[in-house]
């Protein structure tokens, strides 16, 4: 199931930092213990995945540590016992190689600014659960309304319709008159007196075949060889993402959330990708 989404928020970093102002570091991956010392700070503190650092600090490795470190377009590993500024690791000036690694480092950052914000009262969404049904989400403007469910062809001729009071529907795809590489359009509208309707949103069908090939961009990048078994699974989920299947990067990014539910970075990106979809209440519900 391909699922194409007219709601989008930038993912361009409009971060309104000062052109002198250094671009903070992300810590996407971390084993060991880490230590962290703010510039013009005496005392270290220990930093876990997820955490966001000055690029002026230091950060100390125990020999049996490692780190995953995202910056400016770049990414960097370090290993083994040793100390260094984090300006050592990314300097200014440095090149920036545009792949599969560059996009998924825009998407770290863009999660660490993006978690806290749409406030758009007609955003929907559909999602899927199994390979024979989709789920369809929307959130809830103010009031106690019933909900209108559509699904259309590009013609404009009705294939499904529905009331509800939920602010979700399974749809089984089963007996449904859906085809493979059609794109089929959705919305929802409110049922009092001052109707709202949602967005019209997209969705398609697609083949094994063609999600096999979307996740394969994340596998072709030279981090993913080198990254441990979560890490991996949220560059499936953006690589997902970005070739429109937003479904399926929903269930990656639930499963590896549950495999790993203490993992700040995880959870940040999982918060980011409903963000993304104009779903603040999805995105508060998995960052907690």
Known sequence: MKQVITIVMVLCLGLS????QLMPVVLVNANGKICYQSPGQKKKQEVITGAVLKRN????LPANASVTMYCDGNFVKKSGKQSF???EAFPEGAKIKLDFDHDFGNYSMAAIMMVGGSNDKRDGWGT???????RFYWSKPAGNEDY??????????????????????????????????????????????????SNTLSFELGTATERDEAIKMAEDGSLYKESPEE?????????????????EASRKYDTVQKMHPNNEYVKLMHAAFWMRCGLQPKARAVYK
């Open 17 to 20: 930092l000062q052109a002198q």
């Open 148 to 197: 209108h469910f559509e699904i259309r062809d590009k013609a404009n001729q009705l294939l499904m319709e529905k009331t509800l009071k939920d602010t979700f529907l399974v749809v089984d795809l089963k007996g449904a008159a859906f085809k493979t590489g059609v794109k089929y359009d959705w919305w929802v509208t409110t049922t009092g007196s001052q109707a709202i309707r």
């Open 57 to 60: 600090g230091r950060v100390e």
């Open 128 to 134: 899927i659960d199994d390979p024979k049904k989709i």
């Open 85 to 87: 500024t984090l300006l």
């Open 231 to 247: 890490l991996k699974r949220v560059m499936e989920a953006v690589s997902l993402e970005l070739d429109g299947w937003f479904e």
